[in-house]
């Protein structure tokens, strides 16, 4: 099986890397929802974070299968890339959108890990999925923003040096479509931070450092504009498709994970006097979710190509994204339901890998909204909203 996949050297290389942070690790940063930085600086220190970066900005240079193979062996090895799996993928607006300033400017240092862009605020209390309701609202006073609003889920914002911002700086009723009147801000967090930017902590069931953002008159410099104002929300959707083609690499690398697990534990279990794999109640539902997650890598490894080649892959990135997501959380429950008792028990893993592989059924975009997309987009059934 692993000798068909793609990028063998990279796997290798990563699952070594892994290995230093063993199951030990994950467990007491998530009994301490404390962030993972010796493994982050670890990746860093590796290249890995800067893979989809160009040479030209001190990058790697690589393309998205490299990317998707190293978050899919973090997750294979049972670490949890979604610590700073967004240092890979935040700076594609910049780079595609952004002026050679900035660029210059900050794309080394990203590259490096001097400069950490992992934070990214789309997300808002009353808005939810309907971004085009944001409410934070930037308004130009000289050559500055001044952004007023809030924004909740916001991830790793204290373990950032800077943030994607998406604010309206157009009401939506003055604009022809609601897409339109949205921009993007890079926000310096270590300028923002206590002048007009709070940061409070949002506890969840997931050791994922996320955060609530309330904005008073911030100030953010008109330079710290990537592109023109009022097409924030293109450039937005512009950067989705490698988002959900990572984290669908991500969600193989768990589903394999799930996979390891159950299959050693059931050779090992025994009871009534045999192994518990010896029954087919046991080993049918572990076979049955390696055939699901071996059908949906294939859909991740169709939209990554298309991606690579550039080819509209939009469609392609939401199956694949909502299959590995279904098929991590199906291998999740299989794998619980393996241990008996003991997957509830947190010495064993599955409880923390459990709860960590559920968000993505829901963020960054829930598995209804995919389903919806595809009704209207693909198959041109009417839109219900
Ligand atoms: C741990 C965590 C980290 C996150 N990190 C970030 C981040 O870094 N940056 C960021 O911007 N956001 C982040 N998010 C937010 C995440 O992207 C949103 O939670 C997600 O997009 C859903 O939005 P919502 O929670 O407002 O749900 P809602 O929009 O309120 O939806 C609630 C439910 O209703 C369903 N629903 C809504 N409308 C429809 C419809 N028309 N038809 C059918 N079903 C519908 C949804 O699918 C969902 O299941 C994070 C969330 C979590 C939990």
Redesign the pocket.
């Known amino acids: 099986m692993s000798d068909e996949r793609s990028h063998p050297d990279v796997r290798a290389a990563v699952t070594r890397l892994c290995a230093n942070f063993p199951d030990e690790y994950w467990r007491e940063k998530d009994s301490l929802k404390a962030y993972p930085g010796e493994f982050v600086q670890a990746l860093t220190d590796a290249g890995y974070l800067s893979v989809l970066i160009p040479e030209e900005y001190d990058g790697a240079g690589m393309d998205l299968a490299t990317a998707c193979a190293v978050l899919e062996e973090i997750q294979h090895s049972g670490a949890n890339g979604?610590a700073c799996h967004?240092q890979m993928y935040i700076m594609g607006s910049l780079l595609r959108h952004g002026n050679e300033a900035q660029k210059q400017k900050y794309l080394p240092g990203i590259a490096s890990g001097a400069l950490r862009l992992q934070?990214?605020?789309?997300?808002?209390?009353s808005?939810?999925?309907?971004t085009t309701r944001i409410k934070t609202r930037a308004h130009r006073d000289g050559d500055h923003y001044v952004v007023s609003g809030q924004?909740?889920?916001?991830?790793?914002?204290e373990h950032s040096d800077l943030l994607l911002l998406?604010v309206r700086t157009t009401p939506r009723d003055e604009v022809d479509k609601p897409t339109q009147g949205m921009s993007v801000l890079l926000v310096d967090l270590r300028e923002a931070v206590g002048n007009g930017l709070t940061v409070r902590p949002?506890e969840?069931m997931?050791n994922?450092a996320?955060t609530e953002l309330f904005f008073d008159q911030l100030r953010v410099p008109v330079e710290n504009l990537i592109g023109e104002e009022g097409k924030g929300f293109s450039y937005i959707l512009d950067g989705m498709n490698a988002e959900r083609i990572l984290i669908a690499s991500e969600c193989i690398g768990d589903a394999r994970w799930f996979i390891d697990r159950a299959s050693s534990y059931a050779r090992e279990r025994e009871v009534f006097g045999a192994p518990i794999g010896k029954n087919q109640g046991i080993q049918f539902p572990i076979a049955g979710s390696h055939i699901q997650t071996e059908a949906a890598a294939l859909m991740v490894e169709k939209a990554c190509r298309m991606f690579d080649t550039g080819v509209a892959c939009g469609s392609e990135a939401n199956m694949a994204k909502l299959l590995a997501a279904d098929a991590s959380w199906a291998a999740a429950d299989m794998c619980l339901q393996t241990h008996g008792g003991y997957g509830f028990t947190v010495e064993y893993d599955v409880e923390r890998k459990f709860r960590e592989t559920r968000?993505y059924?829901?963020?960054?975009?829930?598995?209804?909204?995919i389903?919806?997309n595809i009704a209207t987009h693909v198959l041109g059934l009417p839109k219900?909203?």
């Not at 924004?151 to 914002?157: L, P």
């Open positions: 979604a967004a934070a990214f605020g789309v997300t808002e209390p808005s939810g999925t309907d924004k909740v889920f916001i991830s790793r914002v998406l949002l969840t997931l994922h996320t968000l059924q829901v963020a960054p975009i829930s598995t209804n909204l389903l919806s219900s909203f």
